[in-house]
């Protein structure tokens, strides 16, 4: 393959030879088999094991996806359009498997880099490892925007790769494609953005792009990408930037130094697994930094500023700015993680044994889907608190659309309440109801107080005992206080039922109550 370095390819040896050889033999059926086996576990385990669907599913995805904006108040859109796609085709197994196929397609392009780098079985080593990686396992079954951004922080790194080593425009407008992509998913992408932008101007030979039509090329791509998006952020006063800004924080003093030292520390503790496999596979040994490549390797250098580049820019600005980071937002940062600790070691790759790497892969294709369900069932339950993936959606719906219709005679098209409760009454309603999220037109622009007067909404918050009364920002005007309702958990019949209180805003000429 042109670009490929030229590296002597040894033969497998020792124990592990049979299935060092086969591995080695067929490195793109060893691949596929290995994605094959990422999307089936991670897909039909979750699923099988819940019985409704994740918060950020539910809250970030399903409830502002359902409308179609170029825009929600906490993000960019893309990935809610994806959720909302991929329930309409399949029900509730389509998140699951949309997640799995953004985790397959970051192998993808990781792998089609690697080739670009050095031989088949070391593009796939560097491919395998990120199994080790805490990102590309336990938090997938819940996809949102770090997900979603994954493959295409991926596909950027490998579009530019290949504009930087052939030159031609269309490699650009494909990054810039990716780059405008990433930007609609989360604005994090501006990281990864930055660290191309430094690595293009770090060396001569990167600077001369910028001879080309091709960085213009990027930009315009990306521009033309994110433009009906900027347009809806005009328009409804930058309310993402907004919530950005406060979610993030403002760290003081002390703080301000150790929040950046937590977050690179968290990272480093997400990739201790993939160092280990490393280690066990022959990829990395005690004396690998003796053998590092030269500072002029143009690859190493890639892959130096690539992959570690972005958790580095984000703990600088947090440092100077006093912006908070929170530890999932390094899920994209760690694609090429595999691919830097096998070119680090290239010296040794004749010591790397594909054999170990997969029974590795395999061990976790186990043991991690069951520490995913122990942690999904019994962490949320000594917190005092159910699984979010085992709520009675299907219950609540049933009964409080049931008692909307009852008491208005009318169908059911807005159901206003915070984004995780209303956003389970909706998503098992037939037709689904718009969600009036926290009874915020801000954070629901779908709704006006027209619609509201014309459609009247279904009012529904979660009772507790530090909190029996419904929150102030759902007592809307012309609101009624129906009562609640309590619904038994699944697979539990000696937990506390979950108390669900309603309340309706009648909707311009509904029907009398049953009864009068």
Request: glycine share 8%; charged share 15%.
């Amino acid at each position: 393959m042109p670009g490929t370095a030229s590296i002597t390819e040894h033969p497998p040896v020792g124990r592990w030879s049979a299935l060092n050889g086969w591995l080695q033999k067929h490195p793109t059926r060893a691949l596929l088999t290995f994605i094959a086996a990422q999307i089936l576990i991670w897909t039909f385990v979750p699923w099988a094991l819940g019985t409704s669907l994740p918060l950020d599913v539910v809250s970030d995805g399903l409830s502002w996806g359902h409308e179609w904006q170029w825009g929600y108040y906490k993000h960019p859109p893309l990935p809610s359009w994806e959720v909302e796609a991929a329930f309409d085709l399949l029900g509730d197994i389509g998140p699951y498997l949309l997640s799995q196929l953004s985790i397959a397609a970051t192998f993808l392009f990781v792998y089609l880099l690697g080739r670009r780098m050095m031989p088949a079985r070391c593009a796939l080593a560097g491919t395998v490892l990120l199994s080790g990686i805490y990102y590309f396992s336990v938090p997938t079954p819940e996809f949102n925007h770090n997900v979603a951004q994954m493959p295409l922080w991926a596909a950027a790194a490998y579009f530019y790769y290949e504009a930087l080593k052939t030159r031609a425009p269309g490699f650009w407008a494909l990054l810039g494609l990716a780059v405008g992509l990433g930007m609609l998913t989360k604005y994090s992408t501006v990281i990864f953005a930055a660290i191309i932008v430094i690595h293009t101007l770090s060396s001569r030979s990167t600077r001369n792009a910028f001879a080309s039509i091709g960085p213009c090329l990027a930009v315009l791509v990306c521009l033309a990408v994110m433009t009906p998006h900027l347009i809806w952020l005009v328009h409804n006063n930058f309310p993402t930037l907004h919530y950005a800004a406060n979610r993030a924080g403002h760290a003081a003093a002390l703080q301000r130094a150790l929040t950046p030292l937590r977050f690179l520390v968290a990272q480093i503790a997400t990739l201790l697994p993939c160092v280990a496999m490393a280690a066990i596979a022959g990829v990395v040994g005690w004396t690998t930094w003796r053998d590092w490549p030269a500072t002029d390797d143009e690859d190493f250098r890639f892959l130096i500023f690539l992959g570690l580049g972005p958790a580095l820019l984000s703990a600088l600005l947090s440092l100077i700015a006093g912006l908070g980071l929170r530890d999932m937002w390094g899920a994209p940062m760690w694609n090429l993680t595999g691919l830097l600790l096998v070119r680090a070691s290239m010296s040794r790759s004749k010591d790397i044994s594909l054999g170990r790497l997969f029974v590795c892969a395999a061990v976790l294709f186990v043991a991690l889907p069951m520490a995913y369900e122990l942690a999904s069932t019994y962490g949320p339950e000594w917190r005092g608190s159910r699984p979010r993936t085992e709520w009675p959606d299907r219950a609540m719906a049933q009964d409080l659309s049931a008692a909307w219709t009852k008491a208005t005679g009318r169908p059911l098209q807005i159901v206003a309440g915070d984004s995780w409760i209303a956003g389970l009454i909706a998503m098992r309603n037939e037709p689904r109801p718009s969600v009036f999220i926290e009874a915020n037109y801000q954070h629901a622009p779908w709704i006006n107080p027209e619609r509201l007067s014309r459609e009247g909404a279904l009012v529904v918050w979660q009772i507790t005992k530090k909190a029996p009364l419904p929150p102030s920002n759902l007592m809307l005007p012309g609101i009624r206080l129906m009562g609640s309702t309590n619904i038994g958990w699944p697979y539990s019949n000696k937990v506390e039922p979950l108390h669900i209180g309603w309340g309706i805003v009648p909707p311009i000429q509904s029907a009398p109550p049953a009864g009068r």
